[in-house]
């Protein structure tokens, strides 16, 4: 019983973790949908994640072999040049990847393009997508973001003997952290509306997130190109470029606001 309750604390604290970039999607994704409906559709975004996400567990425990055994139509060389070895979830991190440094790209030209008319910036921001829209993003990108950490949750799970059990705590940790999902997501999206700035930083973070997930999935296809192989980003890496961009983020923030007030000194003069 012991073990049961040390797995499961070790899953939600897992899920935590591994779902901060999930959050920020959901947050930034929300915002395109009209105000009005922009919190509904964080709520049910989520919501039917969580049952998806249950779905998505039931199915990899029952065939996490097809996942992982290579496409004997997707292995392959050309000589000197590219080897691949793609399976079904190299494919699925590779395309989630792409998505998301598309998405991260796409909105952040979308916001240079529109500084030079800055009072039309919200407007052009709002009702972008339709709730229904939204909602399907923001679901499926939750799933390509939780296809890893339930892959991770059923290896910490595999020394509990009963199956069953086994499939409980997966499925109470995966509502755990949806739920605290749902609970942070608002807070997220209105800490952004708030401070605009930063939602610059928020995106060049999806965008590692995407390189992140590009790389793994090319190491996952063992991929080689001219015969180097692809290596995965490690956490550490990435944890430390996120905190480097913070710092520098909230470092030009205070530089920029000295700036001003020397001008604005300078000016009274």
Request: overall charge neutral; hydrophobic content about 55%; proline content about 1%.
């Amino acid at each position: 019983m012991g073990q049961i309750i040390f797995t499961l604390i070790m899953l939600v604290a897992l899920q935590a973790v591994l779902g901060f970039d999930n959050l920020l999607y959901i947050s930034l994704e929300s915002k395109k949908a009209p105000l009005s409906e922009q919190k509904s559709v964080r709520k049910k975004g989520i919501l039917i994640a969580i049952v998806l996400r249950i779905i998505l567990l039931f199915v990899l425990v029952k065939v996490i072999v097809f996942f992982q055994e290579p496409f004997s139509w997707l292995t392959g060389e050309i000589e000197d040049i590219v080897k691949f070895s793609f399976n079904g979830h190299s494919i699925i991190v590779l395309v989630g990847g792409a998505f998301i440094v598309y998405t991260a790209i796409k909105e952040i030209w979308h916001m240079i393009s529109l500084q030079e008319n800055s009072h039309k910036v919200e407007d052009a921001e709002r009702g972008t997508k339709t709730a229904k829209a939204a909602i399907t993003s923001i679901v499926i990108m939750n799933l390509v973001f939780s296809f890893d950490s339930i892959l991770a949750a059923i290896g910490l799970t595999r020394e509990i003997e009963d199956a069953t059990v086994a499939f409980i705590v997966m499925a109470i940790a995966i509502v755990a952290s949806g739920l605290l999902m749902l609970f942070m997501a608002d807070k997220i999206s209105s800490f952004l509306s708030k401070n605009r700035m930063y939602e610059v930083l928020g995106l060049f973070i999806l965008f590692i997130v995407g390189i992140m997930l590009i790389t793994e999935g090319g190491h996952l296809a063992h991929l080689y190109f001219f015969g180097n192989e692809i290596v995965p980003m490690s956490k550490t890496t990435f944890y430390f470029v996120i905190a480097i961009l913070v710092i520098v983020d909230v470092v030009q923030g205070r530089y920029q606001k000295k700036l001003l007030k020397e001008n604005n000194k300078s000016e009274k003069a």
